[in-house]
């Protein structure tokens, strides 16, 4: 099994960045990809990126210009830089990783952006 695991979150002012990491473990096998999911309040859960192995990362048009996926130092570990927050940038921020056509998902971590 994999275990997925979200840190970084916390409450931020607008304008300003906040690192995201994203760690897998447990798995006997490599790790596919990660992916990128935010919850807002209210509304649904919303894919905005992607890194696999072996290829560039993948981010959404609406966060593009201001969010940068990178792999990790370890292995099966992505950062997610998010810069220029945005009060609806606020969301619970989830990892999921694909492995051996299995999914996981991680517990999320919050990112409030409020003055």
């Known amino acids: 099994q994999v275990q997925v695991v979200e840190s970084g979150g916390g409450l931020v002012q607008p304008g300003g960045s906040l690192r995201l990491s994203c760690a897998a473990s447990?798995?006997?096998?490599?790790?596919?990809?990660l992916e990128w999911y935010r919850q807002a309040p209210g509304k649904q859960r919303e894919w905005f990126g992607v890194?696999?192995?072996?290829?560039?990362?993948l981010v959404a048009d609406s966060v593009k210009d201001r969010f940068t996926i990178s792999r990790g130092i370890a292995k099966n570990t992505a950062y997610l830089q998010m810069n220029s927050l945005k009060p609806e940038d606020t969301a619970v921020y989830y990892c999921?990783?694909?492995?051996?056509?299995?999914?996981?998902w991680g517990k999320g971590t919050l990112v409030t952006v409020s003055s």
């Open positions: 999921y990783a694909q492995s051996a056509g299995m999914y996981y």
């Open positions: 447990g798995s006997s096998v490599s790790i596919d990809a």
């Open positions: 890194i696999s192995s072996g290829e560039d990362p």
